[in-house]
Structure formats: C-alpha cells, structure tokens
T-cell receptor, first 120, second 108 residues
Framework: GAGVSQTPSNKVTEKGKYVELRCDPI?????LYWYRQSLGQGPEFLIY????????DSGLPNDRFFAVRPEGSVSTLKIQRTERGDSAVYLC??????????????????FGPGTRLTVL | DAKTTQPPSMDCAEGRAANLPCNHS???????VYWYRQIHSQGPQYIIH???NNETNEMASLIITEDRKSSTLILPHATLRDTAVYYC?????????FGAGTTVTVRA
C-alpha cells in the first residue's frame, strides 16, 4: 500500500522567504509527526498531531514555524522568514495512534522520504 | 527520555550476524527500548521494540539485559541492504529522541 508521501522532495529558497512543506500520511493514521534532520545528526522532534489538533508542538524552534492539519489527514509545515539555519531534511511520520503512553500496543511510526530544504 | 550510547560505526560481513550494542543505563521502569534504522536518503524505518523481555520479529532480535541498562540488536544474517544508520531509543513517549546512531556497513 501507499506509504507516507512528502512534497516537494527538494526545495531551494532564499533567506527571508516563506515555504510550505506538505505531508500525506498513510490513510487511516490518526497520529502525525514532523521531525527535522540536520546533516550528520538524527531526526529531532518538532510537532505531533492527534487528528486535527496539535497535541504537542514543543519541538518547534520558534514562532516562525507553524504546522496545520485541518482535516485530520494532510499536514502542512509552514516556515516564515526562512534563515540559512533552517536548511535541513524535514521528515513526516504517521502512526495508527499514540500507543505506549496510553497503554495501547505500540504503533510504529512510518516515515516519509523527507523534504530537503536549502535556504540560500 | 533516557540517554542512549551507541558506537559510532561498525562493519559486518555479509551473511554473518550483526550485533549492535546500546547502553541506556539511566532507563526508567516504564521506558521502552526502540530500534529504528535509516537507509541513505530515506526516512527512518521501525525495526523492533521491547520493555524487558527479549523480542524477535522477521527483521531482528532484541536482547535486553536483566537490569535493562543495555541491549543488543541482532540482525541474524546481514545483507548489503542492511547497510544503514541504526538508532537505539529509550523512552515511553511518542517523541522519538534519535541520537547519532551507529553507522553499520555490511561488506561483501
């Protein structure tokens, strides 16, 4: 079946511009996550959605970053006034539900291929 | 989440078992051990997880020490396609805290 898809695969922009990154999760997955991966490092958590609401946005680095999931499926990560330090691979993942913490069986996170963002 | 320590890299011969160690000495009683891997230019892929019992699935086995302070991921018959960065994560949260992982290179 179809996995998590992300568009675009690559995005080059100039410092100060606005960008939107899209994530299409696996159909039926209620939980959606965004991570950011800088070169040579592991992914870092940004935000978690359960359905339409952002249940945890504690990983967003500052208020230039915002994410939405209006219908509980597709999500968009929005970055305003991009800076060179925002250059990274932005990964999206989805899972059936939150798992573990609420004592449901652990549901693995399925990751998309990522969007490579380059800010010049 | 508990901090994990993994060797930065290791080599493995194709067809042989690969044993990947992970130290998580500060793990708490309700924290799980998860393993994910990331093949070059792809997103991470779930491998296995466990709490205190050893676990096995079609991809790998997870051996957790009795004191839960360390674990070993075993790839029973490594193939060239197993070349990847392997992440050991200790936690009980949806927020996966990836470290730097172990870069595993399987050689023919």
């Amino acid at each position: 079946g179809a996995g998590v898809s992300q568009t675009p695969s690559n995005k080059v922009t100039e410092k100060g511009k606005y960008v939107e990154l899209r994530c299409d999760p696996i159909s039926g997955h209620t939980a959606l996550y965004w991570y950011r991966q800088s070169l040579g490092q592991g992914p870092e958590f940004l935000i978690y959605f359960q359905g339409t609401g952002a249940a945890d946005d504690s990983g967003l680095p500052n208020d230039r970053f915002f994410a939405v999931r209006p219908e509980g499926s597709v999500s968009t990560l929005k970055i305003q006034r991009t800076e060179r330090g925002d250059s990274a691979v932005y990964l999206c993942a989805s899972s059936l539900n939150r798992g573990v913490e609420n004592r449901l069986p652990y549901n693995e996170q399925f990751f998309g291929p990522g969007t490579r963002l380059t800010v010049l | 989440d508990a901090k994990t320590t993994q060797p930065p890299s290791m080599d493995c011969a194709e067809g042989r078992a690969a044993n990947l160690p992970c130290n998580h000495s500060t793990i708490s009683g309700n924290e799980y051990v998860y393993w994910y891997r990331q093949i070059h230019s792809q997103g991470p892929q779930y491998i296995i997880h466990g709490l205190k019992n050893n676990e096995t699935n079609e991809m790998a086995s997870l051996i957790i020490t009795e004191d839960r302070k360390s674990s070993t991921l075993i790839l029973p018959h490594a193939t060239l396609r197993d070349t990847a960065v392997y992440y050991c994560i200790a936690g009980n949260d949806y927020k996966l805290s990836f470290g730097a992982g172990t870069t595993v290179t399987v050689r023919a």
